[in-house]
C-alpha cells in the first residue's frame, strides 16, 4: 500500500504545521501552535521514519478490526470513506486551524499532537501522535553542556517522540499502534455508543436470532462492542441457522431454542459473538478429542 | 502593524513640523513612528519566511477592502494631519484621540490599512473560509494581502502568516 505523499527532502514540503488535540468532555479541540525551522524539520523526519517503519513492516496492511487483538506495533489501515478515523481525517482536511500560542501552558490536558505537511504536488499528510512522553514538563532535571561543565536546564521542555502512531493521507489513515489510533479517535466510547445501531444492521440477516440480552450486555462490555462491531463487517448473508447452532453447540456455547428463534443467556453472550465473529472454533486432528480455541486474532485466508 | 499603518501620517508631520517642540526632537520622534513599526513588520516578515510558516489557504468568499482605504484616508489621516498642535493641551489631546484609533484599528483588526502596501501593488482582501462544518477549522474571516487583481472561491493561494488573522501571499 502506497502513502500518497512525497517524502524527498525536507525542502521539497512547502507547508509544515505543529498542533495539540486536547478532550474536553466527549469534544476534541485541535488548535495549531507556530514553531519554528527546527522543529519542522524533526517532525518531518519523525514523519519519514514512520513511515519507513510502516513500510519495512511488509507493506501490506489489513484493514483495521475493532475486534482484533493487535499487538504495540501493526501496521492497519482504515479506508478515507469510513467513519472510525473522523476525529484525524477532520483535522487533515481542515482548511485553517485555530492558532493558540498558549497552549502548551497546560501540557496535562493534550491529549495528542499533530503534525501537517504538504510536498511539492500540493498532496497533504497527517501525521498524529498520542502525547504521552510529550506531555511532561519534564520532572527530572535535564542538563546541558555547556562551556565544558554541565548545568541544569531551566526552561519547560517538551520531549517530541521518534515518530508518530498514524499517517493519514488523501485515500487512508494508516495506522502503527492501533492503540494509540483507538485513543487519540475515542473509538471505545464510540464502539459503546454504536451497539445498538450494529445491532439493528446485524438482524437483518439474523432474523432468527434474539438480540435483546447480546444488546444489554454488549451496551456495557467494551470488548462485545468491539465483537458486534467486527462482525457488523462480516459477510452475514446466507449464516444458516442449523449451522450457527451446531457451532454455538460444538464450541460449548450455550444457547437456546424458543420456537426457530435462538436466544442465549448473558453467561454466553461473549462465546456467542466469538463464534459469530469466527474467533471460536473447535479442531479434531486427534479423533474422539476435539479442541476448542479461541483466537484473540484470526485472519482470513480464503 | 497599527502604527505601521500610520506611517504616512507621522510623514506629513514630519514635513510640517510643530511650535510646540524644537524641529530636532519632534522630526526625530516622528521619523521614528514612521519608521520603526514598518521595520518591524518588514523584520516579521523576515521570520516567517526563514521559519517557511506558511499556510495553503482555500478562498471561501472574498471582500476587496479598497474602500477601508478611503475611509482610513477621510476619517483619520486628513483630521490628524490638521490637527493644530499649538498648546500642549491640545497636544495631550491629539495623543489620547490617537491611542483611541489605534486601540480601534487593533480591536477591529483594521491594521492592514497600509498605504505601504499599495505602494508594492498588493491588494488587501477579507477572506471567509469555505461553509464545511468541519469543526476543526477556522470560520472567521481573515485578512489576505495579496498581488492578485481578484480571488474567486475555490482558489488555493500560499500565504505566509504574519498574525492570526493576517496573511500574506508574497511574490
Known amino acids: 500500500m502506497n502513502l500518497i505523499f512525497e517524502f524527498d527532502e525536507f525542502d521539497d514540503i512547502i507547508v509544515t504545521e505543529f498542533g495539540v488535540g486536547n478532550k474536553i468532555g466527549n469534544r476534541v479541540e485541535c488548535v495549531g501552535i507556530p514553531v519554528d525551522i527546527g522543529v519542522k524539520k524533526v517532525l518531518f523526519e519523525m514523519a519519514h521514519g514512520t513511515w519507513n517503519e510502516m513500510w519495512s513492516a511488509g507493506n501490506h496492511p489489513v484493514e483495521y478490526d475493532p475486534g482484533e487483538k493487535y499487538g504495540s506495533t501493526d501496521y492497519v489501515f482504515v479506508p478515507a470513506d469510513g467513519e472510525m478515523d473522523d476525529i484525524v481525517r477532520g483535522i487533515h482536511d481542515a482548511n485553517v486551524l485555530r492558532i493558540d500560542s498558549g497552549a502548551l501552558n497546560k501540557p496535562e490536558e493534550i491529549s495528542f499532537y499533530f503534525a501537517r505537511f504538504i510536498d511539492s504536488k500540493r498532496q497533504h499528510l497527517t501525521a498524529v501522535r498520542r502525547a504521552s512522553r510529550f506531555k511532561g514538563v519534564l520532572k527530572s532535571s535535564i542538563m546541558s553542556f555547556v562551556n565544558d561543565s554541565l548545568k541544569i536546564v531551566e526552561d519547560q521542555v517538551f520531549r517530541l517522540d521518534n515518530d508518530f502512531d498514524l499517517l493519514v493521507d488523501s485515500e487512508a489513515t494508516h495506522i502503527l499502534r492501533p492503540s494509540a489510533f483507538e485513543f487519540i479517535c475515542q473509538l471505545r466510547q464510540r464502539i459503546l455508543g454504536a451497539v445498538s445501531a450494529n445491532v439493528r444492521s446485524i438482524r437483518q440477516y439474523l432474523s432468527f436470532v434474539d438480540f435483546g440480552v447480546v444488546q444489554k450486555y454488549a451496551s456495557i462490555h467494551p470488548r462485545a462492542a468491539r465483537y458486534l462491531a467486527s462482525i457488523n463487517k462480516q459477510n452475514l448473508a446466507g449464516i444458516d441457522r442449523r449451522e450457527l447452532v451446531k457451532s454455538c453447540r460444538d464450541t460449548g456455547v450455550k444457547i437456546t431454542l424458543i420456537g426457530d428463534i435462538v436466544t442465549v443467556s448473558e453467561k454466553h453472550v461473549m462465546g456467542f459473538l466469538e463464534v459469530l465473529d469466527r474467533r471460536r472454533y473447535e479442531v479434531n486432528l486427534v479423533p474422539d478429542s476435539p479442541e476448542r480455541f479461541r483466537a484473540g486474532s484470526r485472519r482470513r485466508i480464503t | ?171
Open chain 2, 1 to 171: 502593524m497599527v502604527f505601521s499603518s500610520l506611517c504616512p501620517l507621522f510623514l506629513l508631520w514630519t514635513v510640517r513640523g510643530s511650535d510646540l517642540f524644537p524641529d530636532v526632537y519632534f522630526v526625530a520622534a516622528c521619523l521614528a513612528l514612521a519608521i520603526l513599526p514598518s521595520a518591524v513588520m518588514f523584520w516579521r516578515v523576515s521570520i516567517v519566511k526563514r521559519n517557511k510558516d506558511r499556510r495553503l489557504i482555500v478562498v471561501g468568499t472574498t471582500d476587496d477592502q479598497k474602500s477601508h482605504i478611503l475611509s482610513y484616508l477621510f476619517a483619520i489621516l486628513l483630521p490628524f494631519y490638521r490637527t493644530e498642535m499649538n498648546d500642549h493641551r491640545e497636544f495631550i489631546a491629539m495623543c489620547v484621540a490617537l491611542a483611541f484609533i489605534v486601540f480601534l484599528f487593533w480591536w477591529l483588526n483594521l491594521h492592514y490599512i497600509n498605504v505601504i502596501f499599495a505602494l508594492f501593488r498588493y491588494h488587501v482582501y477579507t477572506v471567509y473560509p469555505p461553509v464545511d462544518g468541519n469543526p476543526y477549522a477556522v470560520h472567521g474571516a481573515f485578512v489576505l494581502i495579496s498581488h492578485r487583481r481578484s480571488l474567486n472561491q475555490g482558489d488555493e493561494v500560499m500565504a505566509y502568516r504574519l498574525s492570526n488573522t493576517v496573511y500574506w501571499e508574497l511574490r
